[in-house]
């Protein structure tokens, strides 16, 4: 249900299997809310008016964000990016993969109806041949054992972390620069000891990698770009 409690129009969603409240800035920039089932109106919008500067800044750092998004067109010479350099798209009629990186081109078969998905199984496979590797360098710097890695498609995040210690990248952070791929992996890889972002947390990603903050902020510039 959309509402709006002074300036801020947010999405509610009610439910019964929430304990307490959760907001989100939705990757199109909208606020969702859920909140327990027995929460009054007076109590949500004391919520909203709790949250706002959270709010506010979560939106700020959205536009901010997004000011860098682009769309990409599945046309002849249109640029896609691959672990941080660009490579034209051109069209070929022979290739037994729908989707090929060759002699400086992304090399796509012109019978692929569906580029986009062609793309994501590029990125994915690739993802699957590289970073393992990179979780296990840093899950060793830590004295952990490499846990299981998937690639694949996330929601407003670049990788996860699951209870059971299993970690998922979005097929996205392959468009990265390589420094910035370790940067999500050494980031990722630390949520298996700190759940949330602490100074704890901060101290063992820069014992791993001492030099994230560039890549951070690399990432947080233009993360955005990084989109087909
Ligand atoms: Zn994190």
């Given amino acids: 249900m959309r509402r709006t409690h002074r300036d801020i129009d947010y999405d509610l969603r009610r439910s019964g299997r929430h304990k307490t409240a959760s907001l989100y800035i939705e990757r199109d920039g909208k606020v969702t809310v859920i909140v327990p089932d027995y929460l009054t109106d007076s109590q949500i919008d004391e919520l909203i008016e709790l949250k706002r500067s959270w709010i506010y800044k979560g939106l700020a750092e959205w536009r901010d964000l997004n000011a860098s ?6 046309v002849n010479g249109e640029g896609f990016p691959y672990l941080g350099k660009f490579y034209r798209l051109r069209f070929v009629e022979r290739q037994s993969a729908p989707l090929t990186l060759s002699g400086g081109y992304f090399c796509l078969r ?50 996860s972390c699951s209870p059971n210690g299993n970690l998922t990248f979005h097929w996205r952070a392959l468009m990265a620069p390589r420094t910035v791929l370790d940067y999500i992996v050494a980031h990722e890889v630390v949520h298996l ?35 087909i």
Avoid: C
Avoid at 69 to 74: A, S, Y
Avoid at 146 to 154: C, D, G, K, N, W
Avoid at 194 to 211: C, K, M, Q, S, V
């Fill in 110 to 159: 012109s019978d692929v109806v569906n580029p986009k998905a062609a793309f994501r199984d590029f990125y994915r496979e690739k993802g699957m041949e590289r970073i393992p590797g990179r979780v296990a360098a840093y899950t060793a710097k830590l004295g952990l054992e490499a846990p299981s890695v998937r690639v694949m498609e996330l929601k407003n995040r670049w990788a």
């Fill in 193 to 227: 000891v700190h759940a949330n972002h602490t100074e704890a947390f901060w101290g063992t990603l820069d014992r791993i990698l001492p030099d994230y903050h560039d890549r951070k902020e690399w990432l947080r510039q233009k993360g955005a770009g990084l989109a």
């Fill in 69 to 74: 998004r682009v769309q990409r067109e599945f």
